[in-house]
C-alpha cells in the first residue's frame, strides 16, 4: 500500500515503527526525514552508472541491472541491518519520488511478513510538504524574541528558559553557527535543506497555545537563510530586550568564545575583511591586541567598534513591540537564572 499524506504534521505522525530512507548515501546526506535510517538500495556510484546507462545506452539495460542491484543490496539490509527485527515490525519505506526503489524494496519486506509501505512521492512529497509549511503557510505559533545586544547570553538563556518548561526554538543550535561573524562551530553547517527539515521538525513539536521563544536573528545565520514563514512571524514578534553593562558582556563572551579567542589565525582570517567597514586603524587595533593575548580588551573593542554599532544600526530599523527590558547586572550562573525568571514572568503575563 502506498501512503499519502496531505500536510507535514501528518507525515511527522506516521505511527510507523521505523522510516527508512532507501535513497544513495548522498541523497540522504543533504537531507532526510528527520529520525529516518539509511539503508541504500543504491550505493552512490551505483547510481550513477544507472543513470549513465539510462541516458546514454537503453532505459530496459538500466533497469535490468538496477533491479539486480536493488535485490542484492536488499538483501544484504535483510541479513544484517534488519535481521533483529520480529515479525510485527512496521517499516516506513521511501526513495526519491515514490518509485522503483522504495516499491522493491518494500515488496521484499512485505513477503517476510513485515507491514511496511511506501510514501507516495517518496522525498519529493515531504520537500513539498516542507516547502509549504516554511514558505507558504504562515506558522500557527506565537513567537516571543529575545533581543539586546551581542554579549547577553540569549542562547544560554533559551536553555535555561527550557529547563524551566518554557517552549524554545533554538535557531543557532538547528544551524550549529552562534550568529555571528566568528560564529563557527565543529563540524559546518548543514545544507539549506536539511536545517530546514530539523527547523520544520522542530517547529511541528512545538504546541501553539503556548507562546515560543526564540533569539532575536537576522535572516541568514551564517549561510543559512530563514525561511520566509519563519522570517515574517520573527520580524513581527514582541521583543523582550535584555540589557547587561559592557564589563559583563565582555567577561560572558571570553567564556562562552574562548575556542575562536584562542585561535589567533582564525581572529585575524576573520576580522581583516572588516576594513572596509570599520577602517583600517580599528581593524589593526584589534590585531594588536590579538597578538597581545588580551582577550578581555580584544572583545570589548570589538562590541563597542563593531557588533554595538552594527545592533543599533539594525534595531533602527526594526518596527516590532518591545514589550519587557530586563537589566541583569552580572551573567554569571545566578544572573542568568534570575533573568530566566524575570523573561518568564512577562511570558506568563503575556
Request: glycine letters at 8%; one cysteine or more.
Amino acid at each position: 500500500m502506498v501512503l499519502k499524506f496531505s500536510s507535514l504534521p501528518d507525515l511527522y505522525a506516521h505511527g510507523f515503527d521505523t522510516v527508512i530512507d532507501v535513497r544513495s548515501p548522498a541523497e540522504y546526506a543533504e537531507d532526510h526525514l528527520p529520525g529516518a535510517i539509511s539503508l541504500p538500495v543504491l550505493d552512490n556510484e551505483e547510481r550513477a552508472r544507472v543513470g549513465t546507462i539510462y541516458v546514454q545506452e537503453s532505459p530496459f539495460l538500466a533497469r535490468k541491472l538496477g533491479a539486480a542491484l536493488v535485490f542484492r543490496n536488499a538483501a544484504n539490509h535483510i541479513e544484517n541491518n534488519l535481521s533483529h527485527h520480529e515479525g510485527g515490525w512496521k517499516p516506513l519505506v521511501y526513495c526519491w519520488r515514490g518509485g522503483q526503489r522504495s516499491g522493491s524494496f518494500t515488496w521484499m519486506l512485505q513477503q517476510i511478513g513485515w507491514r511496511a509501505e511506501v510514501v507516495e512521492g517518496g522525498y519529493r512529497t515531504y520537500r513539498r510538504l516542507v516547502n509549504r509549511y516554511l514558505y507558504e503557510d504562515p506558522l500557527p505559533h506565537r513567537l516571543f524574541a529575545l533581543d539586546g545586544y551581542t554579549g547577553t547570553a540569549k542562547t544560554e538563556l533559551l536553555a535555561r528558559l527550557n529547563i524551566r518548561g518554557v517552549q524554545v526554538l533554538d535557531l543557532e543550535g538547528l544551524a550549529n553557527h552562534r550568529g555571528s561573524l566568528l560564529g563557527e562551530q565543529p563540524g559546518g553547517q548543514p545544507s539549506q535543506k536539511a536545517f530546514e527539515s530539523a527547523l520544520a521538525a522542530a517547529l511541528c513539536a512545538l504546541d501553539p497555545a503556548h507562546p515560543v521563544v526564540v533569539e532575536a536573528e537576522s535572516s541568514r545565520i551564517g549561510s543559512l537563510i530563514l525561511p520566509p514563514s519563519l522570517w515574517t512571524a520573527l520580524c513581527a514578534a514582541p521583543r523582550i530586550h535584555i540589557c547587561a553593562p559592557l564589563e559583563a558582556r565582555s567577561a560572558y563572551l571570553v567564556r562562552a568564545y574562548d575556542d575562536i579567542l584562542s585561535d589567533t589565525a582564525r581572529l585575524r582570517d576573520r576580522l581583516s575583511p572588516l576594513r572596509s567597514h570599520r577602517g583600517h586603524e580599528v581593524v589593526d587595533g584589534w590585531l594588536t591586541l590579538i597578538e597581545a593575548g588580551d582577550k578581555l580588551a580584544l572583545t570589548q573593542a570589538l562590541m563597542q567598534q563593531h557588533y554595538d554599532l552594527a545592533y543599533a544600526k539594525s534595531s533602527r530599523a526594526r518596527k516590532a513591540e518591545v514589550i519587557a527590558r530586563v537589566d541583569v547586572p552580572t551573567l554569571d550562573a545566578k544572573g542568568l537564572e534570575q533573568v530566566a525568571s524575570q523573561v518568564q514572568t512577562v511570558l506568563d503575563q503575556s
